[in-house]
């Protein structure tokens, strides 16, 4: 059984134009999908050109649309308006604005009989896109995951092998450059994309279950990662740094 949806969201508004800091964390109501429509729970966005410039104040949001940042999202269908026929609540999605209207685009399934749940997503170009998570598929009497991987290079979606393991997740990826991408997850898990495959990079872990959450880069030789770990009472949190002198 479904939960209930909540009456309100949160949300990250420009609250006037500017630079980075005039995005401000709010709540606002929960939106209604319309007939047509769906109600998607983001687990990621993409911020791109279009949305820098609505930041700045160059670039005003349509009448009717949306006045929040976030061209491209992930996540999941939480509910959907009467005319709707093709999709259901639960359904992971990918969806894309075109500066008019939200439209959801179609990605394959991973090899097998999986399920695939989209944690992060981050945009290079807007033919150069990643979007990460992980599979999940029914094992005796529970489940076993990996790591997924999905690129966009402008007309679909393709599945990507990436190194990762059974058993293991990625929860978000940044975007530098074509030959740049990083995607982290649990156990300390950090992948490296140099262009024509992904790799494994060896970094600082605590042990004890730790999770990259998220991840963002400065530059191409300063990139953050950042989660948390267990230290056998409670959570700590926990911060990578992978540098190039």
């Known amino acids: 059984m479904s939960k209930p949806l909540p ?6 508004e420009i609250s006037a134009p500017g630079g980075p800091e005039v995005l401000k964390p709010v709540t606002r109501p929960l939106p209604v999908p319309k007939a047509h429509e769906v109600l998607v729970r983001v687990m990621a966005a993409g911020i791109n050109g279009p949305d820098l410039m609505q930041r700045k104040g160059l670039y005003p949001a349509p009448a009717g649309a949306s006045d929040l940042p976030g061209l491209e999202v992930s996540g999941e269908i939480v509910a959907r308006g009467a005319s709707v026929q093709r999709w259901a609540a639960g359904d992971q999605v990918i969806m894309h604005w075109n500066g008019s209207n939200w439209s959801i685009v179609s990605f394959p399934p991973p090899p097998g009989d999986t399920y695939q749940v989209l944690k992060g997503i981050s945009a290079v170009s807007a033919n150069d896109i990643w979007a990460v998570g992980y599979s999940q598929s029914a094992y005796f009497y529970g489940y076993r995951y990996a790591p997924l991987t999905y ?3 402008g ?3 393709s599945f990507v092998f990436n190194a990762g393991n059974i058993d293991e997740y990625f929860h978000a990826v940044a975007a530098i450059a074509a030959n740049d991408v990083w995607a982290v997850g649990d156990n300390g898990q950090t992948q490296h994309w140099n262009g024509a495959n992904w790799s494994r990079i060896a970094a600082p872990y605590p042990g004890l279950g730790g999770r990259l959450n998220g991840v963002a880069a400065a530059s191409a030789s300063d990139v953050w990662a950042a989660g948390y770990f267990g230290d056998g009472n409670q959570n700590q949190t926990w911060i990578d740094r992978y540098t190039i002198p």
């Open 7 to 12: 009456a309100t969201m949160q949300a990250v």
């Open 155 to 157: 007309t679909s979606w």
């Open 151 to 153: 690129h966009w290079d």
